[in-house]
């Protein structure tokens, strides 16, 4: 088992920046591979972005490349999520997962955390 909490959210201009966190406890969670997903009203839940066991390798949705960047310290159990430029399309329930296996896809996380809100103002 592996527990995931989210902390970070909140509400920003656009243009502004904010950064998730997520601490992950439990059973070989720093063997994990770890996922940002976001999902607004409804919508489904899409894709962020993903990064490997070791930090080695991230993907990005095309929607955030270039404005997003995942990272992890294995030594703190965190994930991080920092979103800079911000649009109000960023608009979303912002979700930690955790996957034995490195995906972009949402079937492939079967640990999830609670959510955190991040509204972009325009």
């Known amino acids: 088992q592996v527990q995931l909490v989210e902390s970070g959210g909140g509400l920003v201009q656009a243009g502004g920046s904010l950064r998730l966190s997520c601490v992950a406890s439990?059973?070989?969670?720093?063997?994990?591979?770890m996922g940002w997903f976001r999902q607004a009203p409804g919508k489904e839940r899409e894709f962020v972005a993903t990064?490997?066991?070791?930090?080695?390798?991230?993907r990005y949705a095309d929607s955030v490349k270039g404005r997003f960047t995942i990272s992890r310290d294995n030594a703190q159990n965190t994930v991080y999520l920092q979103m800079n430029s911000l649009k109000p399309e960023d608009t979303a329930a912002y979700y930690c997962?955790?996957?034995?296996?490195?995906?972009?896809?949402?079937?492939?996380?079967?640990?999830w955390g609670q959510g955190a809100q991040v509204t972009v103002s325009s």
């Open positions: 997962a955790a996957s034995a296996y490195f995906s972009t896809q949402t079937v492939g996380y079967n640990y």
């Open positions: 439990g059973r070989a969670s720093s063997n994990s591979h």
């Open positions: 990064i490997s066991w070791n930090g080695a390798t991230t």
